[in-house]
């Protein structure tokens, strides 16, 4: 007897069948690639904002960091796509984070 195939629907489904391309369970890459989208609009946003270059710069920073460690131990094409957008995302609120104060301006000297 045939049986139906369901196929999984909504974004948790399909944000897993991008990531997960080649059948594989890939937990670290995924986290990895989520911490960096996570990161990355978060200093986008925060860069903004003049005040906020504490916010930008710091979250910028870690965000390019888990994003190259990312693409040093991808596996699928979907998880360098979206690590790309949040290294890029990271990298622009990094960059106007160091341009309204920097890392550590106005707390230290």
Do not use: C, Y
């Amino acid at each position: 007897m045939t049986q139906a195939v369901r196929q999984p629907r909504g974004l948790r489904a399909t944000l897993a069948a991008v990531l997960n391309s080649d059948g594989k369970p890939h937990p670290v890459e995924n986290t990895l690639v989520a911490v960096t989208v996570v990161l990355g609009a978060l200093a986008a946003v925060s860069s903004l904002w003049t005040e906020l270059h504490l916010l930008s710069s710091w979250s910028g920073l870690v965000g390019i960091l888990t994003g190259a460690w990312g693409q040093f131990i991808s596996a699928t094409t979907g998880e360098r796509f979206l690590l790309i957008i949040g290294l890029g995302a990271a990298a622009l609120g990094f960059f106007l984070g160091m341009a309204h104060g920097g890392l550590f301006g106005g707390v230290i000297g």
